[in-house]
Nanobody
Framework: QVQLVESGGGLVQAGGSLRLSCAASERTFSSYAMGWFRQAPGKEREFVASINFIGDSTYYADSVKGRFTISRDNAKNTVYLQMNSLKPEDTAIYYC?????????????????WGQGTQVTVSS
């Protein structure tokens, strides 16, 4: 059982930055591909970014490409999401997820473990 705990959310003005962190309990964290998803009020959960098990392959949703960066530190069992140039439409609860596979997926059902989420609110 992998436990994931997100942190780093908050309230920020449009154009600002936040860095989300997701700490994993699993010693074999480096065996898992990781993903970030988000869900805005009244909307379905959507893919944001993913990173492979060793951190040298990433993939982004078109809506965040060029603004967000996913990274991981396997020594610290942590995955990050650096969010720059934030827009009001980025407002959502952000979730990290773990997939026992070398590579990530844009499909949320491909991930077995999920964190509790962290709220990101971008004011205009």
């Amino acid at each position: 059982q992998v436990q994931l705990v997100e942190s780093g959310g908050g309230l920020v003005q449009a154009g600002g930055s936040l860095r989300l962190s997701c700490a994993a309990s699993e010693r074999t964290f480096s065996s898992y591909a990781m993903g970030w998803f988000r869900q805005a009020p009244g909307k379905e959960r959507e893919f944001v970014a993913s990173i492979n098990f060793i951190g040298d392959s990433t993939y982004y949703a078109d809506s965040v490409k060029g603004r967000f960066t996913i990274s991981r530190d396997n020594a610290k069992n942590t995955v990050y999401l650096q969010m720059n140039s934030l827009k009001p439409e980025d407002t959502a609860i952000y979730y990290c997820a773990a997939r026992l596979s070398g590579y990530g997926s844009t499909w949320d059902r491909a991930y077995k473990y999920w964190g509790q989420g962290t709220q990101v609110t971008v004011s205009s």
